[in-house]
């Protein structure tokens, strides 16, 4: 088997053979890749001139529905992927992870298209007024960067490792040039394969390189996105390339870190928590072999637990099956390599020097349809370390397979203190059923960590455990986790936009980020706005409304009719040491009567009102007030129809201005509504 680079539109060979593929289970030859003699530059301006030029003139809205579309097509394919996968050393419970764990990180990303606007940029944040009579004002853009994502991903995630890198980029309307580790793209080329044939992707939006991609470095420029997940120590290597300096390139740095799980005080043997404590530990020993950049090497447990918690979890280690993943019975495969086999045997053997081995074996272990020496196994190995304030080396030397250490430790203080010593961590997770003792560790050890998991028995059943970072959650971790901020929902997209400062007069801030803005032009709907569909519909047209007087019988009769009889509303005796001057009226019965003001009741293109956005209450409206409201179309967001029964539609936001006979606001808010369209074929 050749696997081939995807670049320029084709699947094309390297020159000679770079890399031979080995199964990780049997040690036979299954292929080989080379990715020697490829133009770097050409490629990377492919990807900018064709993918990204294509993917930035999509909205938001439109990305997000292809992210879709794409998820449920490899969805519908993923088990081709899983015996491939077993090739990698991995069981059917390490494949599920990074093959439908991949594809839920489509889906999970192109649900946050209705987070952005129906633009091909975003508008960030609040205006800014700048200027006494609000003529001047400022707002926030951000758009795609003009060059491409290149992505330099780890082995030990061959599918998850680019889908959840290319879900945020693609999102954000920048294409990808992805570089797996050489050792495992065999099962990347196959997704890569498969999402070229689907056609959703616009073309040039995803190129491969999956063999040793040297030189690739040398030809990005400033327009460029470089992301990396590996070792630390490779990370800092590719960090520093003279070119990455040069060009100031945003490089994101996810890399394996020294994590820990600490076992709460209060989690004692015969505790729920205990057991848990136990179970993910042993989960996080044993899942992938150890092969995460998220794995537990570092288990914290007070003084007076350790040797229940030794106890019971060589127990667990014992009865771990070990060896071939098509036997059903196997629950642990192997490492990814044998070159992965050398590197972890030469780190066990420098935590060995300072301290001690309480279980594992590194000549002998018991397989099950397998070979140790055909395969690329390795023992779950547990050691014990008594001082880890002298004996230290814990804290900086990471065997990436299955090994961790045992650390007691005094108190909460001392927990923190350990914790620390990794030099940042991607996560550490705390097992306790205590709050406040949850609280004080979260507070403190929180700015080591990218994430941390408060682990008990109420959030159990649904917790997806230490070591699975969540695609609307940030990935990374502070110092040696590297210091960057993989994935994270909307944070994760804006990593590939330019943030930009935009000012000027409120109007024309509003034609840029086709939001209204206050003090932009208003002109008067006509017919009302309720009566027109989705497309007639222009940002900043506003319904102004007649008028009403409040008076203290609208006051009564809003407590009635809502069972709120505060006492600023109904107790005119009670407002001495108060802001108020008399009776006020309800907050919600303004916003309530704005919407008898400005609502057309007569059925129409609006479908349902469905949310409101925002809302406040800026001054108060005592009996005698006169209150009228600007309704304003302030932002249209397109949808697409989910089938052809669906009625075709837009969401439109509309602004509720209320003001009073000073022509000053008195309240505002954001409602959401469905209108429909006069084009019911999309």
Known sequence: MEVKNYILGDWVSGEGSEVTFHHAINGEEIGKCSSKGLDYQQILNYGRDKGSTALRKMTFQQRGEMLKSLALYLHKRKDQFYQLSTATGATKIDSWIDIEGG??????????????????????????????????????????????????????????????????????????????????????????????????????????????????????????????????????????????????????????????????????????????????????????????????????????????????????????????PENKEVRMGALATKIQVERVKENVALLMQSQEKVYGDLNELDLVDASLDKGCFFSPILFRNEDPFLKDVVHHVEAFGPVSTLIPYKNLDEAVAIV???????????????????????????????????????????????????????????????????????????????????????????????????????????????????????????????????????????????????????????????????????????????AGLFVDPAKGPVLLNYGIEECRFVKPVYPGATIGVKFTVKEKIDQKKKDEEDIAKGIVKFLVDVYDETDETVAIATILTMVKKIDQSY
């Open 103 to 324: 594809i839920g990180n489509l889906f999970a990303n192109a649900s946050l298209r209705k987070q952005f606007p129906d633009l091909a940029y975003h508008v960030d944040g609040q205006t800014a007024p700048l200027s006494k009579n609000g003529t001047f004002v400022g707002h926030h853009i951000m758009v795609p960067r003009r060059g491409v994502a290149v992505h330099i991903n780890a082995f030990n995630f061959p599918i998850w490792g680019m889908l959840e890198k290319i879900a945020v980029n693609f999102m954000a309307g920048v294409a990808a040039v992805v570089k797996p580790s050489e050792y495992t793209s065999f099962l990347t080329a196959a997704m890569v394969e498969e999402i070229i044939k689907s056609k959703i992707l616009p073309e040039g939006s995803l190129q491969l390189i999956p063999g040793l991609g040297r030189g690739i470095l040398d030809h990005v420029d400033h327009r460029d996105v470089v992301t990396f997940t590996g070792s630390a120590a490779t990370g800092k290597l590719l960090k520093s390339h003279p070119n990455i300096l040069e060009h100031s390139i945003p490089f994101n740095m996810e890399a394996d870190s020294l994590n820990a799980c600490v076992l709460g005080e209060d989690a004692i043997p015969g505790t729920a928590e205990f057991d848990l404590f136990v179970k993910e530990v042993h989960k996080e020993i044993t899942v992938k072999t150890g092969q995460k950049c998220t794995a537990i090497r570092r288990i914290l447990v007070p003084e007076k637990s350790i040797n229940d918690v030794q106890k019971a979890l060589i127990e667990r280690l014992q009865k771990t099956i070990i060896g071939n």
């Open 420 to 594: 620390e010593m990794g030099k940042g961590s991607l996560v550490t997770s705390m097992v306790t059923n205590d709050d406040q003792l949850a609280k004080s560790f979260v507070s403190e050890a929180a700015h080591m960590n990218g994430r941390i998991l408060i682990l008990n028995e109420r959030c159990a059943k649904e917790s997806t455990g230490h070591g699975s970072p969540m695609p609307l959650l940030t990935h990374g971790g502070p110092g040696r986790a590297g210091g960057g901020e993989e994935m994270g929902g909307v944070r994760g997209i804006k990593h590939y936009l330019q943030r930009t400062a935009i000012q000027g007069h409120p109007e024309t801030i509003t034609r840029i980020t086709e939001q209204f803005q206050v003090g932009g032009n208003q002109p008067k709907a006509t017919p009302h706005v309720f009566r027109k569909h989705f497309e007639e519909l222009q940002v900043g047209e506003t319904v102004f409304t007649h008028k009403h007087t409040v008076s203290e019988a609208d006051i009564v009769n809003f407590a009635n009719v809502s069972g709120d009889n505060f006492y600023a509303h109904m107790d005119a005796t009670s407002l001495d040491g108060t802001i108020f001057e008399q009776r006020v009226a309800h907050g919600y019965f303004i916003l309530s009567k704005a």
